[in-house]
């Protein structure tokens, strides 16, 4: 479990143009669940995302994952937490271009060092179970939107991160695409793994995939609805313990 408590972040503390960006949160964020934050435009979804992730420190507060105090880390172990813990997928996908696919899936096990063909071989391995095998060595800017979908989480798991942090995932995505993410977030649940994500669509609240819905506003929360069938659900999920 990701817990926080009374987190604040100021972007550009003590500056004019400070921005109170997440206001005073606490939340707890469960295991083996799919949870979707949404929110105005501005209401600090991105910013909680970047927190929950290492990516960012809390102006204030704490953040927990599981018994361990995060947002106290050096900066060295905070990187180590990201690395091992979460895998982003990231609004537009975010695909560095110029690069192979393939390249793109392995860059974020880069700085753990593993031997370079065991890394290939498990990136490959993700491709093709995400039915890339034929378009893994082809430059990032000339996958098709599904494609690049694709490659996007196959880059998320290729640490095998517990939690899975998607930002606007299905933003500007035709229906088809979003059922297909949508499938693909389905499978992540079975097989264990938490998820966040941020939306504004509809359609990704009202899967029914969803657990767990956290209103932001204007850096706060302002309803956690719990919409999925869980617990009794949860526990004849596959790859779920006991
Ligand atoms: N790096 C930054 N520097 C300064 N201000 C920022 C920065 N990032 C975000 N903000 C501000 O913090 C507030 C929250 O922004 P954030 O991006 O977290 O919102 P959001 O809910 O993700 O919005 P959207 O739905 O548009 O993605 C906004 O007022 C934004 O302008
Ligand atoms: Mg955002």
Redesign the pocket.
């Known amino acids: 479990m990701i817990r926080l408590e009374r987190v604040t972040r100021i972007h550009n503390e003590g500056r004019p143009n400070a921005v109170t960006a997440v206001d005073d949160v606490s939340l707890e964020l469960p295991d083996r669940r799919v949870t979707v934050l949404r929110g105005p ?1 501005g209401s600090g ?2 910013t909680l995302l970047t927190l929950v992730g290492c990516l960012a420190r809390p102006t204030r507060g704490r953040i927990w994952l599981d018994d361990e105090l995060i947002s106290a880390l050096p900066e060295r172990f905070m990187t180590e937490v990201r690395r091992r813990t979460f895998g982003f997928i990231f ?1 537009r996908f975010n695909l560095v271009r110029g690069v192979s696919a393939l390249e793109n899936v392995m860059l974020p096990a880069y700085p753990a060092g593993e031997p370079h063909a065991a890394l290939k071989a498990r990136a490959q391995a993700l491709l093709e179970r995400f039915h890339l095998r034929d378009r893994m060595h082809e430059k990032a800017e000339l996958l098709s939107g599904g494609e690049a979908q694709r490659v996007a989480i196959a880059r998320a798991l290729i640490n095998d991160p517990a939690w899975i942090i998607a ?2 995932p299905t933003a500007s995505l035709d229906t088809s695409l979003v059922e297909r993410f949508l499938a693909e977030v389905r499978d992540l649940a079975k097989a264990g793994k938490s998820i966040i994500i ?1 939306s504004h669509d509809p359609r990704v609240w009202q899967a029914d995939v969803v657990d767990r819905i956290v209103t932001m506003q204007d850096g706060r929360i302002v309803s956690v609805e719990d919409v999925g069938k869980a617990p009794a659900a949860a526990a004849g999920r596959e790859g779920s313990p006991p």
């Open positions: 435009s979804k991105t609004q930002d606007e941020t």
